[in-house]
């Protein structure tokens, strides 16, 4: 448990540090209420009637929601939308290309007799 519990605690320290970029990431509020959680509830989780791993669980959760909230970040400034497209730009995004507009101009092929 102890081995489990530890590397959550990095992991959130690092989803963390990538939040607030601080150099010290004890001065994040954040951070030194997991970590004085996770040190509280190390041996006796059971002794507050918490369910067994209840303080594991709920740091895993809250690294499952800063690593999904990075993620989802990452993919809105990657697809980040850039204002209105041509229909032919759209269409060449999804692989289709228009057809040639009719023009009066143009040459017409004219059939063989």
Do not use: W
């Not at 690593?67 to 032919?88: A, D, F, H, I």
């Not at 730009?89 to 143009?106: H, Q, W, Y």
């Amino acid at each position: 448990m102890a081995s489990s519990a530890s590397r959550v605690l990095r992991s959130l320290a690092k989803e963390l540090g990538r939040v607030y970029r601080k150099e010290k990431l004890q001065d994040v509020p954040a951070y030194a209420y997991l970590h004085e959680q996770m040190k509280n509830f190390e041996v006796t989780d059971e002794k507050i009637c918490r369910a067994h791993n209840e303080v594991q669980h709920v740091a895993e959760t809250y690294l499952c929601y800063l690593e999904s909230l990075r993620k989802q970040e990452e993919l809105s400034q990657q697809y980040k939308g850039r204002g209105e497209r041509s229909v032919e730009s759209s269409a060449e995004i999804v692989g289709l290309k228009l057809p040639k507009l009719f023009s009066e101009d143009a040459p017409a092929d004219k059939p063989d007799p």
